[in-house]
């Protein structure tokens, strides 16, 4: 073999690996984005769970808690943020309403505490307990959620992944973040003082 097909037969495979390459990060690529949606879709799920059991403890609590519905009224209009959020798959406006629906319903659990005849309602402590495992389920899949979403924005922003993510619209995803209150730190002395 001459020394020019044997150049070219090198440059085809060079070529052919690059190809090959290309299309693994393409491939990864695709795989990641997928990750982020099957991950906004878990969340989705316990999202409209929860969505679906908020009118019902409003309607135990007034029942029993008829002046507070300034309490319940927080409640059911923080659930009409998220939900509107939820349709417009805006995580920012997700995040607040979300940071104002918990504030609700730890102020709304807070006042129950008042009411002893509510406290000892069944219907109301089963919907007390769902709502609390629904929110323990929803903070495990958003921490599941923004690991997948760093995982895309990690590779669709370094080098050469950049390259093809660049070329066939791959693009960073917004974290899914809800505002913390801040917390005092409490004195546990004063606590347990006589």
């Given amino acids: 073999m001459e020394t020019g097909g044997i150049f070219w037969a090198l440059t085809g ?14 491939n990864r690529l695709v795989s990641l984005k997928h990750g982020v949606s099957r991950s906004w879709s878990n969340i989705d799920v316990l999202l409209k769970q929860r969505h679906d059991e908020l009118p019902k403890l409003v309607e135990v609590c007034k029942r029993y808690m008829g002046y507070e519905q300034e309490t319940l009224e927080r409640v059911m209009n923080a659930r009409s943020r998220v939900a509107q959020a939820r349709a417009g798959a805006d ?36 919907l007390e307990e769902r709502i609390s495992a629904l929110e323990e389920s929803i903070a495990d899949r958003r ?40 917390r005092a730190d409490v004195d546990l002395g004063a606590l347990f003082a006589g």
Wanted: hydrophobic letters at 50%.
């Fill in 13 to 26: 495979l060079l070529l052919v690996a690059l190809i090959v390459y290309f299309i693994h990060i393409y």
């Fill in 91 to 126: 995580l920012r406006a997700l995040g607040q309403a979300e940071t104002e629906l918990r504030q609700g319903l730890g102020g709304l659990f807070a006042v129950a505490e008042a009411y002893p005849q509510l406290k000892a309602d069944a219907t109301f402590r089963h």
């Fill in 143 to 182: 921490e599941f959620y923004n690991e997948s979403v760093n995982l895309n924005n990690v590779r669709v922003e370094q080098f050469p992944d950049v390259l093809v993510a660049s070329r066939f619209g791959f693009a960073p995803f917004d974290l899914l973040e809800f505002e913390e209150r801040e």
